[in-house]
């Protein structure tokens, strides 16, 4: 080869960058739905902690007389609130246990629900 020439490309080259690109490119689709499906799982599991808590100790609160009405139907009331459902609730010596789920949002939609359960009373 003498300097200043260019090795031209069979045509049997042409178009591999192209096709490396769009590999790539689905690739990093294919991560970006990963990651905002394991997202949505994450704030799904936040929420339905934070709305038991909630549910737990308005429950909690009502059975020990500092607020009135059933400890059970508050803690449905809470749980709603927070955008989840009551799904077990009972109450024995001023102690109130709850679950509730939350929807999964997102591309994770169909896995469903996501549980959560708290306890709280005087001790």
Do not use: I, W, Y
Request: net charge positive.
């Amino acid at each position: 080869m003498r300097a200043g020439r260019t090795r031209e490309r069979s045509s049997d080259e042409r178009g591999a960058a192209t096709v490396l690109v769009v590999a790539l490119a689905g690739l990093l689709c294919f991560v970006a739905v990963a990651l905002a499906g394991a997202g949505g799982l994450v704030l799904a599991q936040r929420e339905a902690q934070a709305a038991a808590d909630l549910a737990a100790l308005a429950g909690a609160v009502a059975a020990n007389g500092t607020a009135g009405g059933d400890p059970c139907g508050q803690a449905h009331r809470v749980a709603v609130r927070n955008g989840a459902r009551l799904t077990r609730c009972t109450e024995k010596a001023g102690t109130v246990d709850v679950d509730v789920e939350v929807d999964v949002r997102g591309p994770m939609r169909p896995l469903g629900a996501v549980p959560a359960a708290a306890r709280a009373g005087p001790r």
